[in-house]
Nanobody, 126 residues
Framework: EAQLVESGGGLVEAGGSLRLSCVASGFTFDDHGIGWFRQAPGKEREGVSYISSSEGRTYFADSVKGRFTISSDKAKNTVYLQMNSLKPEDTAVYYC???????????????????WGQGTRVTVSS
């Protein structure tokens, strides 16, 4: 059974940093891309970043470019989202999701991802 478990969320002041982790199991890590999404109260879920280590591809939403980085550790089946210079508007529940790399689609379209984690909450105070 495919499973994704996020961790690392919390409360941080504006300008601070957090590192989110997404541990994957139950599927072949190298055959999947991992996306990070977030959903703020009253807003739609939006794509934040994506990584496909096997294909050497990463993507970022314009709102986080230059502040967030994404990386993966194949030995640990884990993807990290390093979030720096956090802003109050980054406050949301952050989810990681996995999609087989052979599925064609735009990385930030949530509907293409069959596997999702339970989310981790990030709160940035002003």
């Amino acid at each position: 059974e495919a499973q994704l478990v996020e961790s690392g969320g919390g409360l941080v002041e504006a300008g601070g940093s957090l590192r989110l982790s997404c541990v994957a199991s139950g599927f072949t890590f190298d055959d999947h891309g991992i996306g990070w999404f977030r959903q703020a109260p009253g807003k739609e879920r939006e794509g934040v970043s994506y990584i496909s280590s096997s294909e050497g591809r990463t993507y970022f939403a314009d709102s986080v470019k230059g502040r967030f980085t994404i990386s993966s550790d194949k030995a640990k089946n884990t993807v990290y989202l390093q979030m720096n210079s956090l802003k109050p508007e980054d406050t949301a529940v952050y989810y990681c999701a996995a999609v087989p790399t052979h599925i064609v689609g735009v990385w930030d379209v949530a509907q293409i991802y069959p596997y999702w984690g339970q989310g981790t909450r990030v709160t940035v105070s002003s």
